[in-house]
């Protein structure tokens, strides 16, 4: 139970790729009903793939795919799913390459994401499109997942009807720049921060954007000065807390995720 518990307040920003082989909880080890996949990369690589069942008593037509940040794997985010979930949404979640149970791969633990990561998306989106042909289809990313899923936008973006980004990274260059001065740490880009700032500029859906306002690493300050070009439907949502922390906030109020997900519902319900 403290393990459990831990989970809830666990730092996610932890500026590196640290992967995360072994699983800390299950879906049906907090009793929600799922089903495990392997789904296979255009490239070979099979990733370990997890499917929420929607609340039955308030099932909706949305599907949310979970890209997670850089460290862990996605039993770190079992309850986080499960309470979207108990919304009525459909969530995916999947390990990218050498995470979790996913196929082995040599990750550079400077890089602030890998390409390949992008490509592993691309599987688990075509897969979710293919099995849930009549429903809307989102990507929840957060921090690196916010690169990964900027990255792979062009070759998804027939299929993505919404994104939702948490600690929204929108330039390598000023990132890499921010990680060295508030921690002495060096990282790296696998893509040039103008092609990549030329990729979420394309983004033409509909964007939830969460951002802390004690942020120091995604600050409130960048995403506000980045609305109007971020995409022609972007609603940013400001909470009082940290990096990546959204799910802490008003905690006492309405719970752990209570406000995080009540933003995520009435978004998707004012912008579809």
């Known amino acids: 139970m403290k393990k459990f518990f831990s989970l809830l307040f666990l730092p996610l920003n932890l500026l590196a790729i640290d992967p995360d082989r072994e699983y800390d909880l299950t879906p049906d080890s907090i009793g929600w009903d799922y089903e495990q996949l392997i789904i296979s990369t255009e490239d070979g690589y099979d990733l370990n793939t997890w499917i929420y069942a929607p609340n039955s008593e308030s099932q909706k037509d949305e599907v949310l795919i979970l890209a997670y940040p850089d460290a862990g794997n996605m039993s770190y985010y079992v309850l986080h799913a499960s309470i979207l979930a108990n919304l009525g949404y459909t969530v ?8 979790g149970k996913s196929s082995d791969f040599d990750i550079k633990k400077d890089n602030l994401f890998h390409l390949e990561f992008a490509t592993d998306l ?9 099995r849930f042909e009549d429903g809307s289809l989102g990507i929840w990313a957060s921090s690196m997942g916010s690169m990964v899923t900027t990255f792979a936008f062009e070759d998804i973006k027939s299929e993505i009807d919404f994104l939702i980004y948490d ?27 103008a092609k990549y700032t030329q990729k979420w500029k394309a983004i033409d859906v509909p964007i939830l954007l969460f951002a802390g ?29 940290g990096h990546l922390m959204g799910f802490q906030h008003e905690i006492k109020k309405s719970g752990f995720g209570g406000w995080y997900s009540t933003q995520i519902d009435e978004f998707i319900r004012n912008k579809l």
């Open 122 to 130: 691309v599987a688990i989106v075509n897969f979710a499109e293919n």
């Open 92 to 99: 995916i979640t999947f390990d990218y390459r050498g995470f």
């Open 167 to 193: 600690g929204f990274v929108y330039s390598p260059n000023e990132h890499i720049e921010r990680l060295k001065a508030l921690k002495g740490k060096e990282t790296f880009s696998p893509i040039p921060s």
């Open 213 to 241: 306002s004690k942020d120091e690493i995604t600050t409130t300050e960048v995403a506000k000065s980045i609305e109007d070009e971020l995409s022609p439907i972007a609603v940013i949502q400001i909470f009082d807390g």
